[in-house]
């Protein structure tokens, strides 16, 4: 009815979310267990869970019904594979409407008036650009979709479970922010107690959740209870916010032709006051969790109180893999200038052919030299800035994994930046003119990000301080009231050329010394403009920048190749307090080894092999061609090319994949950076054998619905040149050989990660055996073990996507 109200409507749910937050306040709440596994029994193989909620509705309930009578506070709906994206894997897309919203309405049957209903939104099973196809668009599309038809049945809250790519969770969380007023829990998946498996860590998923208006936050499957321990010890460290956490009961193991999952409920209920214990407000169990389970839960720690968790607020950033704290008395965090086309003819040039080399060179040797953030300007006279924007935020996270800058007073230039990015962005910037105010900010919020305020407006920028300071004022004002956090915000009290007025840079400085006083925020600056039209632009550079951080800068844009201003850096943090000890400066500068360790100067152009190696290791496709040719004209013979740069740098790959410095998006844009170099210097290798890489038929064994781990794994297979046929999830025996038959595959690839299913994997080597079937058989999954793989008879056994690709070689070449 509120609907009707529009004003009405907008209060009564900001009511809600902060209902929600006090009530975590005062207790602890129990959520269900799993329900997939619950489902098991019920469900034909190939078929969807979220199938039963239109053809049998009264055994979802019946599982709700058991976990309300266990002690829940909330169950959670049948939808988490409820998107249209999920669906049309079983052909049943032009069901999302009637199955969300039935599933909300089935939950809402068994709660009554006591237990809440959150509604489950889970990946979409498919990666995003450029891992797979989908595009963020669509990807905002799949959950706009689902939460428009879950939002309509009026859930209490609505939940993000199993996230593993931190991207596709930002496009289900910005999503569902929209579309859905209530509170929202926001969990991600972790392959071990610190990262996913594309590489976020526990400390990057807070700062990104958090900044896209996430209510609760926390961890769900992943492996048993000790290791997500371990990732909600760190979110407790980073967030104040309420948390949430639905273990495994245990990491699984093998048994008389069984999966079991090892926990009791006594151990899970010994977590789960170790988790209330650690500030967590909100429990319950994942895969293998029963009503069992969840009643010896709430009979732990329903007589808990809540701990109270008090978090000092931080600016935090981030990449997909990083979060960058900006923090009084740390180390000053600098913003890298380079990529900015202004007066560099050659990177304009670059950007306007649409070419990528140079943007990652820069990108990578600012991060060697210091850069802990990179400010991203791509306008340049002839650049769609729109289309060049986005593909520049792509590559530059490809090359490094700092937080980005988006340099650009353009809001369509923004938001396609803001798309691409895989963490917590900083725009740069919105002014006090109204125009900027009202169509920046929205952004920042939308898409959680953090914003630099100019302090100019309709009128031009200030000459004085004091006017100046009142824009800052007026454009945190606005921040806040558009719902930004205020340390979210920074300031910049603009820096213009010395050269055209003697008084401009201590005006600035003085406005910086009044924000930082009277307002307290973050403060930045791009250094470097105030010496323009100077000879020696360095000179004046250092000095302002000393002046700037003893007035209250916080955050310079600089250059950092500039070995004057390492120096100046490294020397104000001593002063400054923001290196206790001096330890920084001494390992830097207290020996003489400095003059070596500066960065090398731009005009030594590195060996074209040396090139190609880099854009292999950073999986730079667009360069490939160019580099491949320029090598082939140099002299190098393709032999030699491939023995001394390609494969030399595909091994660099895996050493960092095992040294967890890659991850899997890195592994496999390299894969891909790497085949495209073969088939280019293929055809001068005529003596190689062009003959195709063996087929391999992939699926994830019947009765068990999960597929993130087998899709990782086709996804580097197909990168690495093996065509892959995915038969997808609860495939029956019969049509695994079958398939593998009819189309003369070489390899079998089978995927169970849960439950009663790892037996199938033992029927299929059967009925390989039985029919015949050439093709040798690989298996793997979370709960699979070499033991378990030698005991049914299968040929390889890949613990993960890296080692598959090692088992794929030495069973078929
Ligand atoms: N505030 C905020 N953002 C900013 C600025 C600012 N972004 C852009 C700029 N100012 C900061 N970035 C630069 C980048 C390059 C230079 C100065 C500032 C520069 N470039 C040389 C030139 O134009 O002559 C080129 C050097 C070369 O040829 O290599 O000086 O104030 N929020």
Redo the contacts with the bound molecule.
């Keep these: 009815m509120s609907v009707l109200f529009g004003c009405g409507f907008f209060l009564n749910d900001r009511m809600r979310r902060q209902e929600f937050k006090d009530r975590l306040g005062r207790e602890i709440l129990v959520l269900d267990g799993a329900m997939g596994s619950m489902l098991q029994g019920h469900l034909a193989p190939g078929k969807a869970p979220e199938e039963l909620n239109l053809l049998k509705p009264g055994i979802v309930q019946a599982v709700h019904e058991n976990y309300v009578e266990a002690g829940a506070d909330i169950i959670i709906t049948n939808t988490l594979g409820g998107s249209r994206i999920k669906l049309d894997e079983f052909h049943l897309g032009h069901l999302v409407h009637d199955i969300n919203f039935q599933a909300v309405k089935i939950a809402r049957l068994a709660a009554g008036d006591r237990v809440l209903v959150a509604c489950s939104v889970g990946p979409s099973g498919k990666f995003l650009e450029p891992l797979g196809r989908l595009t963020f668009d669509e990807a905002l599309e799949n959950f706009y979709e689902q939460a428009q038809a879950l939002t309509e049945a009026a859930p209490d809250l609505i939940i993000l479970e199993t996230m593993s790519d931190i991207r596709e969770a930002r496009a289900a969380l910005i999503a569902v922010r929209e579309v859905f007023p209530g509170p929202v829990i926001a969990l991600m998946t972790f392959a071990d107690g610190f990262n996913t498996v594309t590489g976020t860590d526990a400390a990057t998923a807070v700062t990104v959740y958090q900044a896209l208006g996430a209510d609760v936050i926390g961890a769900n499957c992943s492996t048993g209870p000790e290791e997500i321990l371990n990732v909600l010890t760190v979110m407790a460290e980073q967030t104040d916010l309420p948390l949430c956490v639905e273990p495994n009961a245990g990491i699984p193991f093998f048994k008389r032709g069984k999966t079991v999952y090892p926990a009791s409920p006594e151990y899970m209920a010994d977590y789960a006051e170790k988790f209330a214990r650690l500030g967590v407000n909100i429990i319950g169990g994942c895969c293998g969790t029963t009503p069992g389970h969840i009643r010896r839960i709430a009979g732990r720690i329903k007589p808990l109180k809540p701990v109270f968790r008090s978090i000092p607020r931080q600016t935090r950033l981030a990449s997909r893999d990083r979060t960058v704290t900006i923090q009084d008395g740390k180390p000053t965090i600098i913003i890298g ?2 990529i ?1 086309p ?3 003819k050659k990177l304009a040039a670059e950007l306007a052919a649409g070419q990528t080399d140079l943007l990652r060179q820069e990108a990578v040797r600012q991060v060697k030299a210091g850069a802990q953030i990179l ?1 991203i ?1 791509v306008g340049a006279p002839g650049v769609d800035e729109v289309e060049m924007m986005g593909k520049a935020v792509e590559f530059v996270q490809r090359a490094v994994s700092v937080p980005l ?1 988006l ?1 650009s007073s353009n809001p369509s230039v923004l938001e396609a930046g803001l798309k691409e990015i895989e963490g917590k962005a900083l725009i ?2 919105v002014t006090g003119e109204e125009k900027s105010l009202r169509s920046i900010l929205p952004l920042a919020k939308k898409y959680g990000a953090a914003v ?1 305020g ?1 302090t100019l407006d309709e009128g031009g920028v200030p000459a004085t301080a004091q006017e100046r300071l009142k824009i800052a004022r007026r454009i945190l004002k606005r921040a806040l009231r558009e719902g930004i956090a205020k340390e979210d915000i920074f300031i ?1 009290t ?2 213009l050329a010395v050269s055209t007025d003697p008084t401009m840079g201590q005006e600035t400085l003085k406005a910086l010394r009044l924000v930082k006083g009277k307002l307290g925020v973050k403060t ?6 105030i ?2 039209g100077l000879p020696q ?1 360095s000179l004046i550079n250092v000095q302002f920048l000393g002046m700037a951080l003893s007035h209250g800068l916080d955050v310079p ?3 950092p190749y500039d070995e004057r201003i390492q120096g100046t850096l490294t020397g104000s943090d001593v002063l400054l307090g923001r290196d206790l000890g001096a330890t920084n400066f001494i390992s830097r500068f207290g020996n003489l080894e400095f003059k070596e360790k500066s960065v090398p100067a731009e005009k030594n152009e590195k060996p074209v092999d040396k090139r190609l190696f880099d854009a292999i290791l950073y999986g730079d496709k667009n360069s490939i061609e160019n580099l491949v040719k320029e090598a082939l004209d140099g002299g190098k013979s393709p032999i030699s090319l491939n023995q001394e740069v390609l494969i030399p740098a595909l091994n660099e790959v895996g050493r960092r994949y095992d040294a967890k410095e890659y991850f899997l998006p890195q592994v496999i844009l390299s894969a891909e950076a790497m085949q495209l170099a073969f088939s280019l210097i293929k055809e001068h290798l005529d003596f190689v054998e062009s003959r195709s890489k063996g087929r391999i038929v992939f699926a994830t064994v019947k009765g068990d619905v999960h597929d993130i781990g087998k899709n990782i794994v086709i996804a580097v297979l197909e990168s690495y040149g093996y065509p892959v046929i995915d038969l997808g999830k609860n495939v029956e025996t019969g049509r695994i050989v079958q398939v593998a038959m009819a189309r003369r595959a070489q390899l079998i690839g089978l995927s169970a990660l849960m439950t009663t299913t790892m037996m199938e994997m033992g029927n299929v080597v059967k009925l390989v055996q039985k029919k015949k079937c050439p093709a040798r058989v690989m298996v793997g999954g979370a709960v699979v073990t070499p033991r378990f793989a030698r005991q049914i008879g299968a040929h390889g056994y890949a613990k993960d996507a890296m080692e598959a690709v090692k088992v794929v070689k030495e069973l078929i070449g």
């Design positions: 200038e380079r900015n202004t007066g560099r400010d300007n800058s340099d740069n910037s630099i100019l910049d603009l820096t930045v600056l791009g250094v470097s403009n010496s323009f632009r844009i600089l250059n």
